[in-house]
Structure formats: structure tokens, C-alpha cells
């Protein structure tokens, strides 16, 4: 449910940005989501049609590039992407890592009018 | 026209939170976010807490519930300043809400902060409160699968407490696998098994928070 919270300050953010460019209209947002933050792709849109109507981004595309979760073992040094409820490394079997990717939440750019 | 923008949504919430963080250092309170899922014991551990406390430091609480003031009335029955915010149905407690309780927050009487997020293992770890320290209190009855689930939680968390541990024996529980699986993917985390009802390992609780403290 915090999609509601997180797709209201993306609006918020697309619209500082557009507005700063003199922008009659907001015609795409590309968005990047890692898939650690558990936020739902569907529900960021479900909101933003709903909250953005009546602004300069009502009707934008949003285009999600969702970023899976990786990890990067401390054993081994190797990169792997984590899956669920398997948390050991693939080349050595190790569970000591670090996150390197999956913790993205951020406007990578807009296109407007 | 494409504008490239490359700002973190969340980063007008990572503002307030940087103020958040100054006025409590300048007033040097140490805040401490608890976060787990609904009925873990975040009320329960505050109330160990602060019977623990009394007369090493001073206390406050701000209590995040979606609605009601319960925890905010028998945590006042402690003699220690408490602030409820009624988050109205939000999941999650904001920067935002934060920085407005903190002003009804008696800041140059106490030394220590807690704040009770809202019962919830998603939404809470994406939002910095300006707090010092992420505490996760997991539950055994929850089962020892919840990393896995809720990566992020445990992944931010500078200390998870394994409470009810007196249910050990009564309970398919694999405390030293749940607590692998927390260690391998964050080496800093600090996990202490705590039961409120027996009163293990609150001592090391609350020692390793005055350690924190400094």
C-alpha cells in the first residue's frame, strides 16, 4: 500500500521537473523499480491515473524498468541474482553477500511537450 | 523533449528526515524506528524498555498506529511524554508525520526517542524517519521464513530482536538458521532473542541501545 505514498511524490517530483522546463504537457515517465522495494508496478499505475488527473501528466505513458535483485557473494567475489527462499551463492554455495542492485526507486527521465 | 531527471522518488521524504535528524541532534536525543508486523511486541518491548531505563535515561515515544490511541494511553501510564500520530489509514510512517509529532515532542526533557512504527514489514523500511538507529522486532510465531520474505526489512535493520522466544519450545522455530540467513546478507545487524514475558535478553537489549546511545 505504500505505492499510493511513493506514486504520489513521483508525481510530485515529474511534475517540479516539468514545470522547471515550461512544459504544457507530460507525455512519458520512465520510471526504474528495484524488485527488493516491493513495489507493485500495477498499483503505481492504478494511482497515477487516479491522483494525476487534472495535471500536465494526466494520461502519461509510464514505462517501469523493473531491477532484479542482485547480490554479489563475499566468498567468491562473483555477482548472482537472488532468488526467493534460495539464498546461497550458485558458484560456491556461500550465504555471506551484499545487495548490489534491487534498491532502486527513482524518475530516470521524462518526455514532454 | 526529454528531460533526464535520475532523482530518487523518495527524496523530498529524505529531506524532511535530514531535519528531522538535525533538530534531534541539536537537541541530543538519540531516535530510535521500531518496525515489525502487527502484534510482534513493539509495545511490549517500549514498555520493558522504559521500566529498564528509569534513572539511567529519560525517555519519549512517538506511537504510529493507523488509528486509535491504546498504545499511546498504557505507555503513558509509565510517567514518559508520548505523541500519538493516527496515520489515518497509511501503512507506514512518514518524515512528514515525524516532523510534526517532534514538535509536540518534549525534546530538551528526554535523551531517547522510540518510535513505534506502524505494525507493517513492507512500507516502513522504505521511509527514513530521521532516526539514528532501525530496530526489526520478528516475532517467533511469525515463522523464520520472514527474511525471505521481506528482504528489505532485514536488510536495513541495525539490530533485529527475536521476541516470545520463551514460545521456543512450543514452536517450529529455527532460531539459528533465521539468524544465518539475517547475517549473510547484513553483517552489521546486531540480533538479540528477547522474551517481554520472561525478561530474557531485554538487559542486552537495552545495554546494546545505551552502547548506541554513546
Known amino acids: 500500500?505504500?505505492?499510493?505514498?511513493?506514486?504520489?511524490?513521483?508525481?510530485?517530483?515529474v511534475l517540479e521537473q516539468a514545470e522547471k522546463a515550461g512544459a504544457k504537457e507530460v507525455g512519458k515517465i520512465n520510471l526504474v523499480i528495484g524488485e527488493m522495494t516491493g513495489v507493485v508496478s500495477d498499483c503505481v499505475q492504478f494511482y497515477f491515473d487516479f491522483i494525476s488527473r487534472g495535471t500536465i501528466a494526466e494520461g502519461a505513458a509510464l514505462a517501469i524498468k523493473?531491477?532484479?535483485t542482485q547480490a554479489r557473494c563475499r566468498g567468491c567475489n562473483k555477482n548472482f541474482e537472488l532468488k526467493e527462499f534460495d539464498w546461497t551463492c550458485p558458484y560456491c554455495?556461500?550465504?555471506?553477500?551484499?545487495?548490489?542492485?534491487?534498491?532502486?526507486?527513482?524518475?530516470?527521465?521524462?518526455?514532454?511537450? | 523533449m526529454e528531460i533526464k531527471v535520475v532523482k530518487d522518488i523518495l527524496d523530498a521524504n529524505e529531506q524532511i528526515a535530514a531535519r528531522n535528524r538535525q533538530l534531534l541532534d541539536s537537541n541530543k536525543v538519540f531516535a530510535v524506528n521500531l518496525m515489525s508486523s502487527p502484534g510482534a511486541g513493539k509495545t511490549s518491548l517500549i514498555l520493558e524498555t522504559i521500566k529498564r531505563l528509569?534513572?539511567?535515561?529519560?525517555?519519549?515515544?512517538?506511537?504510529?498506529?493507523?488509528?486509535?490511541?491504546?498504545?499511546?494511553?498504557?505507555?503513558?501510564?509509565e510517567g514518559v511524554p508520548v505523541?500519538?500520530?493516527?496515520?489515518?489509514?497509511?501503512?507506514?510512517l512518514d518524515a512528514n508525520m515525524t516532523s510534526a509529532a517532534l514538535s509536540n515532542v518534549p525534546l530538551k526533557d528526554i535523551r531517547l526517542l522510540l518510535i513505534e512504527n506502524v505494525g507493517n514489514l513492507i512500507c516502513p523500511a522504505e521511509f527514513d524517519l530521521g532516526?539514528?538507529?532501525?530496530?526489526?522486532?520478528?516475532?517467533?510465531?511469525?515463522?523464520?521464513?520472514?527474511?525471505?520474505k521481506y528482504p528489505l526489512m532485514f536488510h536495513e535493520a541495525d539490530a533485529v530482536l527475536i521476541n516470545k522466544i520463551d514460545l521456543l519450545p512450543y514452536l517450529k522455530f529455527d532460531?539459528?538458521?533465521?539468524?544465518?540467513?539475517?547475517?549473510?546478507?547484513?553483517?552489521?545487524?546486531?540480533?538479540?532473542?528477547?522474551?517481554?514475558?520472561?525478561?530474557?535478553?531485554?538487559?542486552?537489549?537495552?545495554?546494546?541501545?545505551?552502547?548506541?546511545?554513546?
Not at chain 1, 500500500?1 to 517530483?13: F, G, K, Y
Open chain 1, 66 to 68: 523493473t531491477v532484479p
Open chain 1, 93 to 113: 554455495q556461500g550465504n555471506n553477500m551484499e545487495i548490489v542492485a534491487g534498491k532502486e526507486l527513482f524518475v530516470e527521465s521524462i518526455e514532454v511537450e
Open chain 2, 131 to 148: 532516526e539514528h538507529r532501525k530496530v526489526l522486532i520478528s516475532s517467533i510465531p511469525e515463522g523464520d521464513d520472514k527474511p525471505f
Open chain 2, 175 to 214: 532460531a539459528k538458521a533465521f539468524s544465518q540467513i539475517i547475517k549473510g546478507m547484513n553483517q552489521k545487524v546486531k540480533i538479540i532473542q528477547v522474551s517481554c514475558v520472561t525478561g530474557q535478553g531485554i538487559e542486552e537489549w537495552v545495554s546494546w541501545l545505551l552502547t548506541q546511545m554513546g
Open chain 2, 54 to 77: 528509569k534513572g539511567k535515561t529519560k525517555v519519549g515515544v512517538i506511537e504510529g498506529d493507523v488509528s486509535s490511541s491504546l498504545d499511546a494511553e498504557v505507555v503513558a501510564k
Open chain 1, 1 to 13: 500500500m505504500h505505492e499510493l505514498a511513493i506514486t504520489q511524490s513521483m508525481l510530485n517530483l
Open chain 2, 83 to 92: 505523541v500519538q500520530i493516527n496515520t489515518g489509514g497509511g501503512c507506514h
